[in-house]
């Protein structure tokens, strides 16, 4: 898959600026960890504590209330009017967000919509293909920490062309020196007669926010 970056409110070829921009938001594509000696890769592991909170969140008002504002500030982010920043970026064979819940927001919050976005995309006929937290060194002493999930569709193709659903997702939280930078979820996808086009973006993105399918994927 060819990433020669676009934004999605432009068809002109992407100006340098605008390359840099996709790249800072989501590096996972311009940086290989497993070349990277500054870097250190490992399992992505919730401690047993960590669980019993996450569980009872999912299961309160807070986690319904959450997937609200989630929902409206997608549907109404163009207006700029919410607490919760999204924005949408698009490139040849991937789409995808980032968002930003509102300052202030403890880390755990980020981790228990990261993780229930996770377990979200698996009703969907997806499987956790490979889960990671990465440390890397960056300016000034500031550590940098990336905790991932990586989710291909769980389909089985008898023939061509490809059923790829939605695509492959990854879904990564950026921390830098204890704050939040950004959460992301992003879809790559192939392209060519071998494959179905991929379901759309937006209709995944509705269901994981409001737990409601959203029409056939247009």
């Known amino acids: 898959m060819v990433l020669a970056c676009l934004f999605v409110t432009t068809q002109a070829p992407m100006k340098k600026h605008a390359k840099d921009l996709f790249h800072q938001l989501f590096p996972s594509y311009v940086i290989k960890s497993e ?28 986690q319904n209330l959450m997937r609200e504002q989630l929902s409206e500030s997608y549907l109404n982010r163009s207006k700029n009017e919410s607490s919760i920043q999204i924005a949408l ?31 979200q995309l698996m009703t969907l006929k997806y499987s956790l293909y490979s889960s990671s937290l990465e440390e890397k060194p960056g300016a000034n002493e500031k550590n940098h920490l990336f905790e991932r999930y990586y989710l291909k569709p769980d389909i089985l193709n008898a023939g061509y062309p490809i059923n790829q659903l939605y695509g492959s997702i990854m879904l990564e939280l950026e921390i830098e020196a204890d704050q939040v930078k950004y959460l992301k979820v992003m879809s790559t996808y192939h392209t060519g007669y071998n494959y179905m ?22």
């Open 35 to 62: 070349n990277d000696q500054m870097s250190q890769n490992q399992p992505l592991i919730r401690d047993a504590d960590y669980k019993k909170e996450f569980d009872s969140w999912k299961n309160s008002p807070a």
């Open 89 to 119: 970026y698009t490139a040849p064979g991937a789409i995808g967000l980032t968002l930003k819940l509102p300052e202030q927001t403890d880390i755990k919050y980020y981790r228990f919509v990261l993780d229930c976005l996770c377990e």
């Open 197 to 218: 086009p991929p379901l759309g973006f937006d209709a995944l993105v509705r269901y994981l926010f409001s737990c409601k399918a959203s029409g056939n994927g247009e």
